[in-house]
C-alpha cells in the first residue's frame, strides 16, 4: 500500500474510533475551532464551511459538553461560550481533550 494511502487510512480509523459515523461537517467544524485557537465565532466558522446557523449550533452541541439533551454527552472536544464583547456570537475553543485528539490526527499525518 502506498504510504499516504496508509496514513490516510489510519487516520480515518482514529476518527472512527472516536464516533464510528462522524460527519465530515463534524471534522471540519473541530479543525477549523483548532484553527482558531480560541479566538473564532461558530458564525465565521459556518462561513468558511458553508453552514448554516441551525446546522452549527447541532454541530457545536455534538461536539460540546452535551449534544442534545443533558442526558446525551457530546464528544467535549470544543467549548462555546458567548463572545463578551458581541451576546449574538458565540466564542469556540478547544478542550485538551479536543485538542488531543487533533495533534493525534495530524501526528497520524506526519509519520514516515
Same mark, same amino acid.
Given at each position: 500500500? %502506498?504510504?499516504?494511502?496508509?496514513?490516510?487510512?489510519?487516520? $480515518?480509523?482514529?476518527?472512527? /474510533?472516536?464516533?464510528?459515523?462522524?460527519?465530515?461537517?463534524?471534522?471540519?467544524?473541530?479543525?477549523?475551532?483548532?484553527? *482558531?485557537?480560541?479566538? $473564532?465565532?461558530?458564525?465565521? $466558522?459556518?462561513?468558511? @464551511? *458553508?453552514?448554516? +446557523? +441551525?446546522?452549527?449550533?447541532?454541530?457545536?452541541?455534538?461536539? *460540546?459538553?452535551?449534544? %442534545?439533551?443533558?442526558?446525551?454527552?457530546?464528544? =467535549?472536544?470544543?467549548?462555546? /461560550?458567548?463572545?463578551?464583547?458581541?451576546?449574538?456570537?458565540? =466564542?469556540?475553543?478547544?478542550? /485538551? %481533550?479536543?485538542?488531543?485528539?487533533? /495533534?493525534? @490526527?495530524? =501526528?497520524? @499525518?506526519? %509519520?514516515?
Amino acid at each position: 500500500m %502506498k504510504p499516504h494511502v496508509l496514513q490516510l487510512t489510519l487516520l $480515518v480509523n482514529k476518527i472512527r /474510533e472516536v464516533d464510528p459515523e462522524m460527519p465530515a461537517q463534524t471534522l471540519a467544524f473541530i479543525l477549523a475551532a483548532y484553527a *482558531g485557537d480560541g479566538d $473564532v465565532t461558530q458564525n465565521t $466558522v459556518g462561513d468558511r @464551511l *458553508g453552514l448554516s +446557523s +441551525s446546522a452549527m449550533a447541532r454541530i457545536a452541541a455534538r461536539t *460540546g459538553e452535551w449534544e %442534545k439533551y443533558p442526558s446525551v454527552p457530546g464528544l =467535549k472536544f470544543v467549548t462555546s /461560550e458567548p463572545d463578551p464583547y458581541d451576546r449574538r456570537f458565540r =466564542k469556540l475553543a478547544m478542550t /485538551e %481533550k479536543g485538542k488531543r485528539f487533533v /495533534e493525534d @490526527l495530524l =501526528k497520524t @499525518l506526519t %509519520k514516515d
